[in-house]
């Protein structure tokens, strides 16, 4: 799980360039952002974006337990265990529920 | 072997190369980071949601409230400092060669900076009126 914090840091590090060349595109005008969307909206871009937010609510449900860590609590391996398991059920969870809200929203 | 010849003190020989004493803030300000995308983090996603086919009026429109922009310039900033804690941790475990480690860290200032400054400007210039 360590690992995997790291991996989805770094994913999230490296697509942070999308999320920084989509507001440019917004800021350039109708055509830029038009493009834009349509690679976002595109397969391909879908499941960048799918995975990026899998990624992000991961890292930040992981993070939850380093808080928990970080406040002296959670050190015996069944806890360790219970919170691997509950953190990839939740962030696996939210991540669909986010993708049900904006896809009935849209 | 250290030559007993040298004028140098053993103190004068070992000053500097110890730690930066950077440590406890770096963790520090990564948890602080942290705690601070876990709430800017989640309206992020409530922005990008409420974005989703919105035509490019509606899509400026929203991107340039005054709440919208404040949120998003706190994430961009909060987001990029925490991203380069972390890279910076993950360089220093994995490159040992000094040249080259020194190298990825300036490295990865610099794209937390480029990427920073980007989002900054585009939420700005969104904001005042492009």
């Known amino acids: 799980m360590s690992i995997a914090h790291r991996v989805t840091g770094t994913g999230l590090y490296l697509g942070t360039i999308l999320i920084a060349a989509w507001l440019v595109a917004a800021a350039s005008g109708p055509a830029a952002f038009d493009t834009a969307q349509a690679i976002a909206g595109s397969f391909l871009g879908r499941l960048v974006l799918f995975l990026y937010s899998f990624s992000l609510i991961h890292h930040m449900v992981g993070g939850l337990r380093h808080f928990v860590w970080d406040l002296g609590h959670g050190y015996d391996p069944q806890t360790r265990m219970n919170m691997a398991k509950f953190s990839v059920v939740v962030s696996a969870a939210l991540t669909v529920l986010i993708w049900i809200v904006a896809l009935v929203l849209r | ?130």
Request: aromatic content about 8%.
């Open chain 2, 1 to 130: 072997m250290l030559s007993n010849s040298s004028m140098r003190t053993p103190l004068a020989r070992v000053r500097g190369l110890g730690s930066a004493k950077s440590g406890t803030g770096h963790f520090w300000l990564q948890r602080v980071t942290a705690l601070a995308n876990v709430i800017l983090t989640l309206i992020f996603v409530g922005i990008v949601i409420a974005l989703v086919g919105k035509p490019y009026p509606a899509a400026v429109a929203l991107l340039s409230h005054p709440l919208v922009a404040i949120l998003m310039l706190l994430f961009i900033l909060s987001a990029c400092i925490h991203m380069r804690l972390g890279m910076q941790v993950i360089i220093e475990d994995y490159v040992h060669a000094e040249f080259p480690k020194i190298l990825a860290v300036i490295g990865n200032t610099f794209f937390a900076i480029v990427v920073g400054a980007a989002s900054v400007y585009a939420v700005l210039k969104l904001s005042f009126g492009g």
